[in-house]
């Protein structure tokens, strides 16, 4: 095999995948011959890496930017609550990531060291590697399990550029490729060593730093807002805290929950976890504390709740699409997707029943359900699955109040009071629009929490645009420069 170098622009544009390989990566990879191990992605992006204006350092190491470590393995002893939640490495791209469970003080591991602190990029290195995130006051301190990589700039210039690197299609497939372009299953921080980054002058890195800062600045400040506009609710509603509520046992003497419901409020459902007590009680404080109860279908609420059909795909390249967002995905402040709804196949379905706009409310109708997501003005071309249900406000005076109560923890108890199914658990539009809605009595308040909603939906969008900027910096000034 004779050794030479292919650019990418050269390539016959074909849908048979095809690269020439070198007879000293043969010998590297093991005399392997399968085309998994040369992968086309994994070494254009290193090739593009090379051939940019800027020298080249490694992101870890004695002569990189940076140093990286992971938490240490250890069994998990869990309580309901407790002051030690802990992440997944799964929602470290979640806009406001919610703990996956609580750990008990006695769990024998050194919590000191499982916490992240401000300024280090994070990347998750088993399951699904290279998510990318940065630690900003939403997730500072906080605990992770081991399943994570820890980067600590060595330069405080260097952790956002790190961060918008290791975000950009060509920085991220090197992270999850090897030298040869196959896709690895897991990485470790020494892996990190083999990962060239472009090292521009300082004002180049700074300037991305600063935006990646700011919107994860802008970030933080649309969670606290939140965080304030449901404070504002659980307070007009006078909402204890959820385990405060008294469910009413038939027997408490009974190692297991047991209740009873009336003829009168079957409802139709004989499934026991529609009946539980804890929902009764909720239902029944806000009859007490609200000016009125209805249901999310109430016009005054919603216009529509959309439950989008089941249809054959098509789909086409990132670029020639609708960008198709599941359950997953709605979490995020910039969606990734691989899938891309053909305009020309689904064009009419998309503006039926796909199409999202600007403060819509989704939320997910299976898997974990009742998960809910405000649609800032950055998705108005998305486009979502039958997992999320489209639910469109009356009008922008009750969207952000209506987004808040959903998304509060009594809110998704109601939501999930509605599932039905064997194997799969799931709602429907129906179902949500079943789902009990307070009106304040205090309407100034009402309008305030609503106001909050709005505005931290914009932050979001002005967080988007300054990551944006900050990609855009890296992709023309960095490496196609």
Not at 268 to 284: E, Q
Request: charged residues 25%; neutral net charge; contains cysteine.
């Amino acid at each position: 095999m004779v050794e030479q170098t292919v650019r990418y622009a050269d390539m016959p544009q074909s849908n048979i995948k095809w690269w020439t390989v070198t007879l000293s990566d043969v010998i590297k990879a093991g005399k392997r011959l399968e085309a998994a191990v040369f992968d086309i992605r994994g070494k254009h992006a290193r090739e593009v890496v090379s051939n940019c204006k800027w020298d080249c350092v490694p992101l870890c190491g004695e002569s990189g930017l940076s140093n990286a470590y992971v938490g240490g393995r250890f069994k998990r002893i869990w309580l309901d609550k407790s002051n030690l939640p802990i992440y997944q490495p799964s929602s470290i791209t979640d806009v406001y990531p919610t703990p996956d469970g609580f750990l008990s003080k006695i769990t024998r591991t050194n919590f000191d060291s499982l916490r992240v602190h401000s300024g280090q990029v994070l990347v998750s290195c088993s399951g699904t590697i290279g998510k990318v995130s940065f630690v900003s006051k939403t997730l500072d301190n906080q605990i992770f399990s081991h399943d994570l990589i820890r980067i600590n700039a060595n330069e405080n210039l260097d952790a956002g550029y790190i961060y918008a690197y290791l975000r950009s299609d060509t920085g991220n497939t090197i992270l999850q490729t090897n030298n040869y372009g196959a896709v690895i299953k897991h990485i470790e921080p020494e892996h990190l060593v083999d990962i060239p980054v472009p090292n521009p002058p300082d004002e180049i890195k700074r300037k991305i730093n600063e935006l990646i800062i700011r919107s994860f600045e802008l970030r933080d400040q649309s969670n606290e807002i939140i965080d304030k506009a449901t404070a504002m609710l659980v307070s007009e509603l006078a909402l204890p805290p959820i385990h405060d509520f008294k469910a009413e046992q038939f027997d408490t003497n009974a190692d297991v929950n047991n209740y009873t419901v009336k003829l009168s409020e079957l409802a139709g459902r004989v499934d026991g976890s529609y009946h539980l007590p804890i929902v009764k009680a909720v239902v029944k404080h806000l009859h007490n504390h609200a000016a009125e109860v209805t249901t999310v279908g109430d016009k005054r609420v919603s216009k529509d709740i959309i439950l989008a059909g089941v249809f054959k795909r098509t789909y086409v390249k990132e670029g020639y699409g609708i960008p198709f967002l599941g359950g997953r995905e709605i979490k995020q402040l910039s969606p990734k997707t691989d899938k891309y709804l053909s305009r020309a196949h689904h064009f009419k379905r998309y503006e039926k029943e796909l199409k999202v706009n600007e403060n819509n409310i989704l939320v997910t109708d299976r898997g974990t359900i009742g998960i809910a997501a405000f649609v800032p003005r950055h998705w108005g071309h998305y486009a979502v699955s039958q997992n999320v249900l489209k639910l469109i406000p009356a009008d922008d005076k009750i969207a952000g109040y209506l987004f808040i109560y959903l998304n509060s923890t009594y809110g998704n108890i109601l939501v999930r009071q509605q599932t039905y199914g064997g194997v799969v658990d799931m709602i429907d539009n129906n179902s949500l629009s079943d789902v009990p809605f307070p009106f304040l009595k205090n309407v100034d308040a009402q309008t305030e929490i609503n106001r909050l909603a709005l505005e931290a939906n914009e932050l979001r969008y002005q967080a988007y645009l300054l990551e944006q900027e900050a990609m855009a910096i890296m992709n023309e000034g960095v490496l196609f420069a």
